[in-house]
């Protein structure tokens, strides 16, 4: 049986095609989930995707959190169902506090479009669990809006709960200054929430989905994930 | 009808960009005198921008045929056929004059346009790409503008999630006063799904759909018309501030109805707003409109007919729809939260008819407002120094520098340089489909389902086109089919973009026409047809003109997008080959300009028919995938591009140009001359005799030169670069000069 991964579209999104194909290579179903509407649509995962969901007007998720879809998502959420928001997805997480923290502008004040190595801090929750501590994976970022800050206590409370769960870092897994690309606190990436069932992460796993565009590292993640859906 | 008024004075006129003669023909074929607002309306669509009717009896030159051209000029974007059922779509388009006003808004409403032109054809965009020229890098006020010009195209592309793929930039002096932005745009449709700007069926309702109207962009269109001058920033007010999160909405929408015959013709509102699309969609379907002002969602209070009429708020389409299906079309922008209402319909008589509060305020026949404007012909001459100039050696002094320092001061050029200062700041990878990034040749952009692709790459002119406008038109085109061959792809169709200065100064009107004949020229020897293109003229400051400026986008198919050869080299021991024409010289060359030399000596040498048997021959080794790297030689000629070759693969390279003594220049004409139709490609030792053969086939010039391998780019007996320093010199070339304060 197929999973159905359930991709929220709000006025601005723009990568939910981009995620269909990624769900689609790692074997999953996607469904569309518009903004407006109020149901999962009976999927077992669901993804935020990147854009500008409502113009990023305000704040970056700041509108995106009030959709009537949020709801949904909030109650699957804290349910302990997957949730992955990626890039703009995660900004709306943090807006919903599903996840803590906020990203602001990136340090070096302009947008950037690159590629990243991300180190795996973490292993567990439905996204990472398939994968091994230190390991290093690639994929592109693309915000203006991507430096992860959360006060200096929360900031420890995470680290001591094992919530970091992305880092950027070197081919060989370093960490350091060049290769933090908007000046994340401790170089963060993503994280996740306390449970684990909720990750958020700025760079973009669903254009590392073949070898033709670079990189297929982001498959493993979502991988994971179908097979923790499939064994639940 | 409201009153006509009196006479205008010169300076209303002028104010509209009409002439006396022309008000004077406006009477003459209406057989009255127009009121003011129609005043208005024929001054925009007869404005250079709208009606080309300076530049119209010249792009008569430039062919559109073709089997694979579905859609030629005339409408929002060209259309060729990609076979099995897809079209694709584009167009290049000019925003300038805003850009260098207002540099953030001026640029990302230049990518605004010209996404809308695109989805206007039911396409959906799959790639911009820029091409851009500012002035010198060394001054603050330039690296403001280039800063803020980058991200006003990274805002709005990023924003709207189409990816931005490639591009050029230069930078010379010469643009100090006018920065050119030139947006591209490339859109996919399948052939059921394609949209025409066309009104047809007397009673069918019009709708203005997207942004409400407000007073921003009046007379953009007379306002690009004109040449900027001192008071420039007082026009502040003409540029659009554009909002890509409606557009976005907008395009989403409108690809939503493509596939729907509820929609008759659809047109976004570009220059001169609702006037242009309203009368241009009329007039190619051989019918009327007649529009209820009162229906137009306003921004603002207070405005004036004139005011709607005129205004180019931005994200705005204007559809036309089957009578009767009116909600089911409303229902699709009502999802989308955007405004759609229907402010007019289709009549039978050729004319524009606009009411306002139950008054019928403007009436002008189609026929004369589209097309009655009069063609201008200004009196062309070429400078007398040309001659002089072409003739001179190229460099006037003695040259500095070690050949070695010339070379690392080449590639440290900011024409030469790594661009990625400028495309991290784009969204380049939204779609997933982009499988050849930026910096190289050509991006290439996948096709869903297929093995093939789109190759995509925009070139313009440099330096040379001010001797010589007709050849640095060709070099342009040749260059472009020279980048997609170094990815293996056929070139299918071409769209341009005429940058240009005052037509009324003699020299200008020389330029102009000396570069259509050279484009028409390239594109008939090259068997490119031209499929949609853009005119800028009056680019202008304080009576300086920017240099003639063709600006070329073309694009191709490469057959199997998962066999692209990279530009760098790949391994230690591969063969290196020169491939292509001879003759290389300095004249306008990239060395001279950093010398501070004015143009001189005769540009670049071109053989049209050489240039394609050479670009079949790189496309046939590449497709076979006998060469491992292909990268053509441009600005810096040969040692640029062999260091670049060397760079991206991180190998070096030995290469022997000539033997014996060094030639009397000592070896800067071979370094650094630059000339058409070479190509360096690398290939695997036993390819060696492959790679003659082809070429030989082809009878195309082909030398082994040397072979990949060792820490340092060298050509023996002339210079040697450590390749660390060559990487450096590349990286810093953009990076470093924007380290600097801005202004």
């Known amino acids: 049986m197929t999973w159905r991964c359930g991709i929220a579209v709000f006025p601005g999104t723009w990568s939910e095609r981009d995620c269909a194909h990624w769900v689609e290579l790692a074997g999953g179903e996607p469904v569309m989930l518009w903004h407006a509407e109020r149901e999962l649509k009976g999927a077992d995962l669901v993804i935020l995707p990147g854009g500008f969901a409502h113009g990023d007007y305000l704040r970056t998720g700041a509108i995106a959190r009030f959709a009537p879809l949020m709801a949904a998502v909030r109650d699957h959420a804290l349910a302990g169902g997957p949730v992955l928001g990626i890039c703009n997805g995660f900004q709306i997480l943090c807006e919903a506090q599903l996840l803590p923290g906020a990203l602001l502008r990136n340090s070096c004040l302009q947008f950037r479009c690159q590629s990243t190595h991300l180190r795996v801090e973490v292993t567990r929750g439905p996204f990472l669990s398939g994968l091994e501590a230190g390991r290093v994976l690639e994929m592109p970022i693309s915000h203006g809006e991507g430096r992860y800050y959360a006060p200096p206590d929360q900031l420890l409370e995470l680290e001591a709960h094992g919530q970091v769960a992305l880092r950027y870092c070197g081919p060989s897994g370093e960490l350091g200054e060049e290769y933090n690309p908007n000046g994340s606190l401790q170089h963060i990436a993503g994280v996740m929430n306390r449970e684990g069932n909720v990750l958020g992460m700025m760079p973009h796993p669903e254009r590392a989905c073949e070898p033709l565009l670079g990189s297929e590292d982001g498959l493993h993640l979502l991988r994971a994930a179908l097979a923790v859906v499939g064994a639940s | ?743």
């Not at chain 2, 007869?46 to 062919?63: A, D, F, G, N, V």
């Not at chain 2, 320092?405 to 200062?421: F, I, K, Q, T």
């Open chain 2, 1 to 743: 009808m409201t009153a006509s008024m009196a006479t205008p004075s010169p300076a209303q006129l002028r104010e509209l960009a009409l002439t006396e003669e022309e008000y004077h023909h406006a009477v003459r074929q209406l057989g009255r005198v127009p009121n003011q607002l129609e005043l208005g309306m024929l001054g925009a669509l007869w404005s250079e921008h709208c009606s080309y009717k300076t530049s119209r009896r010249l792009l008569s030159q430039l062919s559109s045929k073709g089997p694979q051209v579905v859609v030629g000029p005339g409408e929002n974007a060209g259309v060729v056929d990609l076979g099995d059922g897809l079209l694709c779509c584009f167009k290049i388009e000019s925003h300038n004059h805003p850009s260098a006003i207002e540099p953030v808004q001026g640029a990302a409403t230049g990518v605004g346009g010209i996404l809308r032109d695109v989805f206007a054809m039911g396409a959906r965009p799959v790639a911009l790409l820029d091409a851009l020229r500012f002035g010198d890098l060394g001054d603050a006020a330039q690296r403001h503008r280039f800063a803020k010009v980058v991200e006003g195209v990274g805002y709005y592309g990023n924003c709207i999630g189409v990816p931005t793929v490639g591009g050029e930039t230069y930078f010379d002096a010469t643009y100090q006063g006018n920065c050119l932005v030139n947006a591209m745009c490339v859109g996919l449709v399948t052939a059921p799904r394609l949209l025409h700007a066309v009104a047809r069926g007397v009673g069918n309702p019009v709708l203005l759909v997207g942004a409400d109207t407000g007073r921003d962009g009046i007379h953009g269109a007379t306002f690009a018309s004109v040449q900027l001058d001192e008071g420039a920033e007082e026009r502040r007010p003409a540029v659009q501030v554009g909002n890509p999160f409606l557009e976005k909405c907008l395009m989403e929408a409108c690809l939503e109805l493509a596939g729907s015959s509820a929609l008759v013709g659809l047109q976004d509102c570009g220059a001169a707003g609702l006037t242009s699309s309203c009368a241009e969609m009329a007039r190619r379907g051989g019918v009327g409109i007649r529009l209820d002002l009162d229906q137009v969602a306003r921004r603002e209070l207070g405005m004036t007919p004139y005011e709607v009429m005129l205004s180019e708020s931005q994200e705005r389409m204007v559809l036309v729809v089957e009578r009767g299906r009116v909600e089911e079309v409303r229902a699709v922008f009502d999802r989308w939260e955007l405004r759609s209402d229907v402010v007019g319909e289709v009549i039978s008589a050729e004319e524009l008819q606009i009411s306002s509060e139950g008054e019928m305020v403007a009436r002008l026949p189609l026929p004369v407002l589209v097309d009655g404007f009069l063609p201008r012909r200004p009196r062309s001459s070429r400078p007398k120094e040309v001659e002089r100039d072409l003739g001179a050696p190229p460099l006037t002094a003695g040259v500095p520098w070690t050949l070695e320092e010339a070379w690392l001061r080449l590639l440290a050029s900011p024409n030469c340089a790594d661009a990625s200062w400028i495309y991290r700041q784009y969204d380049h990878q939204v779609g997933d489909d982009t499988v050849v990034l930026p910096g190289r040749d050509a991006a290439v952009v996948r096709l869903r389902g297929r093995p093939d692709g789109l190759a995509i790459t925009v070139d313009g002119a440099h330096r040379s086109s001010l001797l010589d406008p007709r050849r640095g038109a060709q070099l342009a085109v040749a260059e472009a089919v020279r980048n997609l061959a170094c990815l293996g792809a056929r070139p299918l169709a071409l769209t341009n973009c005429l940058n240009f200065g005052d037509p009324d100064r003699e020299e200008v009107m020389w330029q102009l026409e000396e570069a259509v004949a050279g484009l028409a020229e390239a594109c008939r020897q090259l068997a490119l047809p031209v499929v949609s293109g853009n005119v800028s003229l009056y680019n202008d400051l304080s009576g300086a003109s920017i240099p003639p400026t063709p600006v070329v986008g073309v694009v191709g198919l490469v057959d199997d997008v998962r066999h692209l050869p990279g530009p760098g080299f790949v391994a230690p021991g591969d063969l290196i080959y020169l491939v292509g024409g001879e003759g290389a010289g300095l004249g306008g060359s990239e060395l001279q300009r950093l010398l501070g030399e004015r143009v001189l000596g005769p540009p670049p040498g071109l053989d049209l028919e050489l240039e394609r048997r050479a670009a079949e021959a790189v496309r046939q080794l590449v497709t076979e995938r006998a060469a491992r790297s292909a990268h053509d030689c441009s600005l810096g000629g040969l040692a640029v591009a062999l260091a670049e070759c060397c760079v991206a693969g991180s190998l070096g390279a030995v290469v022997r140009l000539a033997d014996g003594p060094p030639p009397p220049d000592g070896g800067l004409g071979l370094l650094f001359g630059e000339g058409s139709g070479r190509y360096l490609l690398s290939v695997e030792p036993g390819d060696g005799g492959r790679t003659e053969e082809v070429c030989s086939r082809w009878g195309v010039p082909c030398a082994r030169v040397g072979e990949v391998g060792g820490g340092s780019v060298e050509v023996v007996g002339l210079a040697q670069i450590p390749l660390a320093a060559a990487a450096e010199a590349r990286l810093q070339g953009i990076a470093g000069a924007m380290a600097g304060p801005v202004l």
